[in-house]
């Protein structure tokens, strides 16, 4: 799989177990240029790099903007494709892929930041592999976008992903395929939106449409139970908004249901705890829900002026987080202390703090992003 990392090597003379970069130029190398496709071989027991086989590389002009993709496809061994670029007498590996392209062929797409000469390295994955190979370097075009269709809230539509949907471009240069889709509503509403498929690991956005498109400011890809998805979301304003449909990963394809209905969030569960107390209890699409759709629930503690209180929120199974406040005279919630990590606890949450007067006070359990779910642990000491 196609990955971003980048380290650096001291010499080129390492993928060449030959003379340093600083002693052989870059344009040494025999170039490709966009729209070709080189035909080249690995030598058994050439020079080799990073415990695979022996390398072959290759220099390209490239151009700010321009999204490439390169394959290298071999007949004779599992390919490995490394993009690199040279900076003195260093080496910058920025993409590595094994089989992207498909079988044990590799391919690498990417957007060049600048326009600069950069490296391709081709080599068997393994120690030992040797033979001939094909390099191609082209220019990717995304096909425009189809435009988005209606969904009618409480109507389930049937979609499918397929050659002729959208493509997107991930932050990983990835090519997803996605449907568009769209419906009004007016502010404060909810609606609930799922996404079900036999067929691929579904992944839902929501947001508000802006120029043709839409701006994701809510994600879900597991919410629905299995490989399914659902969201849970409050309309910031009247207007249009837009849902977009899609596979988890590039190349997935096939059929799926896609409904948006409205509902109504339940109040939020709310139980007494007490100084020296620790209570289990579980994050569940039954939860209340807050703006962006995280799921919470309170906990009512009876605290007295002075008081020092150490509050733990612990989860195996979501990102915990924690707020301490009291309810104001119209019934909203009033965030006094808060936390997310605590230190040396991995992703659970501590709130210490000394309450300011006596009274009730509520404790409010919730995941730190939307679709956070699972058991939970709170536990209230005096102290700390």
């Known amino acids: 799989m196609q990955r971003l990392r980048v380290h650096t090597l001291?010499?080129?003379?390492?993928?060449l177990a030959a003379a340093p970069l600083s002693a052989q130029s870059v344009g040494d190398f025999p170039q490709i240029r966009l729209g070709e496709e080189l035909s080249g071989s690995v030598p058994f027991g050439g020079p080799a790099l990073s415990n695979r086989g022996?390398?072959?590389v290759y220099r390209f002009d490239a151009e700010a903007g321009v999204r490439y993709s390169i394959e290298a496809r071999s007949p004779s061994f599992d390919a490995y494709l490394i993009l690199a670029r040279p900076v003195g007498g260093i080496t910058e590996f920025l993409r590595e892929d094994?089989?992207?392209?498909?079988?044990?062929?590799?391919?690498i797409r990417f957007t060049a930041e600048r326009t600069e000469p950069l490296l391709l390295v081709v080599q068997p994955l393994t120690e030992g592999g040797s033979g001939d190979f094909t390099l191609r370097l082209e220019e990717r075009v995304l096909a425009p976008a189809q435009p988005p269709r209606p969904v009618t809230p409480g109507s389930p539509v049937q979609g499918s992903i397929s050659a002729t949907s959208s493509v997107m471009l991930t932050d990983w240069d990835e090519e997803i395929s996605y449907d568009l889709w769209t419906f009004a509503g007016e502010g404060g509403e909810f609606f609930e939106i799922t996404m079900e498929s036999d067929a691929f690991d579904t992944y839902l956005e929501f947001g508000p449409m802006s120029g043709g498109d839409m701006v994701a400011e809510q994600t879900n890809d597991d919410g629905g139970g299995g490989t399914n998805s659902r969201l849970r979301v409050q309309l910031p304003h009247d207007g249009t908004f837009g849902?977009?449909?899609?596979?988890?990963?590039e190349g997935n394809q096939g059929s799926y249901t896609l409904l948006v209905q409205s509902f109504v969030p339940p109040p939020p569960s709310r139980a007494p705890i007490t100084a020296g107390a620790t209570v289990t209890s579980e994050l569940d699409l039954q939860d209340a829900i807050?703006?962006?759709?995280?799921?919470?629930?309170e906990w009512i503690y009876q605290g007295e002026a002075g008081e020092r209180l150490s509050i733990?929120?612990?989860s195996d199974?979501?990102?915990?987080?924690?707020?301490?406040?009291r309810m104001n005279a119209d019934g909203i919630f009033q965030e006094i202390a808060s936390n997310d990590d605590a230190p040396d606890d991995g992703l659970n949450s501590l709130?210490?703090?000394?309450?300011p007067t006596d009274g009730e006070y509520v404790i409010r359990a919730r995941s730190l992003s939307e679709g956070g779910a699972g058991p939970y642990t709170l536990e209230v000491r005096r102290g700390g």
Request: glycine share 10%; proline share 4%; aromatic share 6%.
């Open 312 to 314: 733990r929120l612990a």
């Open 317 to 325: 199974d979501f990102d915990a987080y924690l707020s301490v406040g």
């Open 54 to 56: 022996p390398v072959s």
């Open 243 to 249: 849902v977009r449909a899609r596979p988890l990963s």
């Open 351 to 355: 709130v210490q703090l000394t309450l």
């Open 290 to 297: 807050l703006e962006g759709g995280i799921s919470y629930e």
């Open 10 to 15: 001291t010499l080129l003379g390492v993928l």
């Open 98 to 107: 094994d089989d992207s392209a498909g079988d044990t062929d590799s391919r």
